[in-house]
């Protein structure tokens, strides 16, 4: 039974997001106060609606169709060069956005910081840009040799004027000998970069899979799949967080035959369905292909959180659980050896942090999964949200928070900031377009979308060393 002041903060809030509303005209009003909720203990979701587009007028955080695949499936791939089709300013803003960390000589054998751009110009849309693109195409293999394959980002244009770039692929592709992949990710499709994730887990599927069924029946996959063999998927080493995953799974004995798609090779996008089982960190942008991977080949697949140790453990279990005995003590095994280092940094810095507040506001998984990280070091989570969530991952939040916690979906830079005077937390993590309001409102914020600029993206891993600064109820934080 939900204790008598815990269902006064429920109403609390729900009184705070009332008045938050009342600021917008009233169809608008009528529009958001679908997407802001309260928590209550034992409901199935969070109440709210999600994967609806924006209302008009209002600063929004999400990305577009572009951003998800150029930005945050293909992009990442680093022996491949993607190819923003298009006019230059997509292109620029999305050139080395992400701190996609790979091992590689760039402009060798690794493109992942370059940009590559049509460049489109006035004519180019009277005219149609197909034959531009087969010229670029045609440079790109003359200039960079070494590329293993290239992939067709359009931007808005394209889809507008009708290009067919699905034909230029084609013959592009016989012309060079290489795979070229198309993607109608057009910015202007679907509400956020959410469609662009799944029209680009869909190409993966469309135009890679039969790639990996050609060289499973001429016998030319390039290792002898074993018992342990897994799949990395939906982790885009931002800083190098799947490095740190990567090490704690072959750790416990397990061998990471793909890595999709941080770090990664068109290669092991290839050979990821030659896995016995598909990891997935972030859900909301590759649960599609792993989809298609179960339906076609069988491969069963998990979610997994390795944020704080209190989760890295059990997801360790829960993915050991998968396997033989061997592999389960070999998980234990991997607990014990990093367990008392935690321990020492929890002891150390959870009695300075205790009773501070934090609110959340990303994309992808870490509204969710960061939770009980914070959580491990003290830090309570008063509100959380997605930028580009379905109801789904609203349902998985569920399992994370705490009863009266404030959930916003597509929140809009108004309505968080409200939020925020009100409630007043010590610590906001959210993107760059919100970094700088709070700065200057003297609350210290931590860039959760790239990590800021310091330190591995595994700063809450098992394998990372956390360091947080506290004065009071003012907190600053440096995950390093």
């Not at 945050?72 to 996609?100: A, E, L, Q």
């Not at 309505?415 to 010590?426: C, L, R, S, T």
């Amino acid at each position: 039974m939900t204790p008598p002041e815990n269902k006064n903060i429920v109403e609390e809030h729900k009184e705070l997001i009332k008045e938050v509303l009342q600021a917008y005209p009233e169809k608008s009003r009528k529009k958001r106060e679908k997407h802001l909720n309260v928590h209550e203990e034992g409901k199935a979701d969070c109440g709210v609606k999600s994967n609806i587009k924006s209302v008009p007028g209002v600063m929004t955080a999400r990305g577009c169709a572009y951003a998800g695949s150029k930005g945050v499936v293909w992009g990442p791939i680093k022996d491949m060069i993607h190819i923003s089709h298009g006019p230059v300013g997509c292109g620029y803003w999305s050139w080395s956005g992400r701190r996609n960390y790979y091992v590689g000589v760039t402009g060798v054998d690794s493109f992942g910081t370059m940009h590559f751009t049509s460049d489109f110009q006035e004519r180019d849309i009277v005219f149609g840009g197909d034959k531009k693109l087969t010229k670029l195409i045609e440079e790109i293999e003359e200039l960079f040799p070494l590329n293993r394959g290239i992939s067709i980002q359009s931007e808005c244009p394209i889809g507008l004027i009708g290009d067919d770039i699905e034909a230029v692929a084609k013959k592009s592709a016989k012309q060079i000998g290489k795979p070229v992949v198309p993607l109608r990710c057009e910015g202007f499709r679907g509400v956020s970069q959410s469609l662009g994730h799944h029209i680009a887990n869909d190409a993966i599927r469309d135009w890679i899979f039969p790639q990996f069924d050609k060289a499973k029946k001429e016998n030319k996959i390039d290792f002898e799949p074993g018992p342990y063999d897994v799949a990395l998927i939906g982790d885009y080493n931002i800083g190098g967080d799947a490095w740190a995953s990567r090490m704690l799974l072959e750790e416990m004995g397990l061998r990471v035959v793909a890595q999709w798609s941080g770090d990664g090779t068109l290669n092991e996008l290839i050979q990821g369905p030659a896995a016995k089982l598909v990891l997935i960190h972030c859900y909301r942008s590759m649960n599609y292909i792993c989809r298609s991977l179960e339906e076609a080949y069988g491969m069963p697949w998990m979610e997994f959180n390795f944020f704080g140790p209190t989760k890295i453990a059990a997801s360790l279990r829960e993915i050991a659980a998968k396997f033989d005995s061997k592999i389960q003590e070999n998980a234990e095994k991997v607990i014990a050896k990093y367990t008392s280092a935690m321990n020492a940094i929890v002891e150390k810095y959870r009695p300075r942090l205790e009773g501070n507040t934090v609110m959340l506001y990303v994309g992808g998984l870490r509204p969710r999964h960061v939770v009980p990280a914070f959580e491990d070091l003290g830090i309570k989570v008063i509100g959380t949200g997605y930028e580009f969530a379905h109801n789904d991952d609203y349902k998985r939040t569920t399992h994370y928070i705490d009863n009266a916690t404030i959930i916003y979906d597509d929140v809009t830079a108004y309505e968080f900031e409200e939020f925020v005077k009100a409630k007043k937390p010590d610590l906001i993590a959210s993107g760059i377009k919100e970094k700088y309001v709070f700065q200057k409102m003297g609350l210290p914020f931590r860039q959760m979308h790239s990590w800021d600029y310091s330190g591995l993206g595994d700063s809450v891993q098992m394998s990372s060393r956390i360091r947080f600064f506290s004065s009071g109820r003012k907190m600053s934080l440096l995950l390093a």
